[in-house]
């Protein structure tokens, strides 16, 4: 490996983090109501809080943009002919982006949909066998009436992401097909008990209008 691509590689990595960190909840809420998205709702900058601000079209309107990130970077990253190892350093860059960007104080959404567009870049059916998967875990819990909603949400995407991942390696897939979707699975997770931590999901708060 040679200097340049040493720093071709460094360079797409790097520009993935970044990338994640266009937390577009976040800057169009601003744009909206002049307010942080994560001092409404329940405090998370994704789409689902944002929806609950400002109205489902805009729901829908994150969700892509935010899955949009996750789908260039891996087209980026095929299209330059990089390897499968720095492709999903790249998806686990871009959707670190989103979960801690640099710009907001490392407090950012889940990464979901960042992590499900990355995924549909790479095979439609895993993601596929994602959603399915987290409607099977999350209903279930929700129905129960013992656990919220949004926390069942994040708890039922990591089951997803692993059980997916963990199908994939006893199908004998390459390595990209379920490395990736393991590293990304910590990284939910660890995003997930740092809210936790932070006494997340948070009280229901001002739901300002646009």
Do not use: E
Not at 114 to 128: D, N, Q
């Amino acid at each position: 490996m040679n200097t340049s691509h040493i720093a071709l590689v460094t360079g797409y990595v790097v520009l993935s983090y970044f990338i994640g960190c266009i937390s577009t909840s976040y800057y169009v809420t601003k744009t909206r109501t002049g307010k942080d998205i994560r001092d409404l709702g329940s405090g998370n900058a994704g789409a689902q809080n944002v929806g609950k601000v400002l109205g489902r079209p805009w729901f829908v309107a994150i969700l892509l943009l935010d899955m949009l990130k996750g789908y260039v970077v891996v087209l980026g990253g095929v299209h330059m002919g990089l390897g499968d190892g720095v492709v999903t350093l790249a998806i686990v860059a871009v959707v670190s982006g989103h979960i801690w960007p640099a710009q907001m104080g490392f407090r950012g959404g889940m990464g979901i949909a960042t992590s499900l567009g990355a995924v549909l870049a790479f095979h439609w059916l895993v993601m596929a066998g994602i959603v399915g998967i987290f409607a099977v875990t999350y209903f279930p819990q929700v129905c129960s009436g013992r656990i919220v909603a949004r926390k069942a949400a994040a708890r039922s995407a990591v089951a997803a992401i692993n059980l997916t991942a963990l199908s994939m390696v006893l199908m004998k897939q390459p390595l990209m097909s379920w490395l990736s979707l393991i590293i990304l699975g910590f990284v939910h997770y660890a995003a997930y008990r740092s809210r936790l931590a932070r006494g997340w999901p948070h009280p229901a708060r001002d739901k300002a209008a646009a």
